[in-house]
């Protein structure tokens, strides 16, 4: 049996509550399964974060880094 390769998934996230449980729900329902997903939160103020938890909390394959202070957009890519 072949192993198949580890694709990481990279969202970085600011506001995102518009398009981001859409975006998680597009990744997740694709056929090729052996993801990680990695977003990054600079500090949202909206509901991303629980979006986010609510999603975690049903796949292991989604992971969080909440940064601790706004960082902008390019600092936030780079994280």
């Known amino acids: 049996m ?28 694709q056929s090729y399964t052996n ?7 600079d500090c949202s103020k909206d509901s991303t ?5 609510k999603h975690k909390a049903s796949d292991a394959r989604i992971r969080v880094h909440k940064n601790e202070n706004n960082l902008g957009l390019v600092s936030n890519w780079n994280k």
Do not use: F
């Open 2 to 29: 072949e192993l198949l390769p580890l694709i990481s998934v990279c969202i970085p996230t600011y506001n995102g509550e518009r398009y981001l449980k859409e975006c998680l729900d597009s990744i997740l329902s």
């Open 49 to 53: 974060i629980a979006i986010i938890e």
């Open 35 to 41: 993801i990680e997903i990695v977003i990054v939160d």
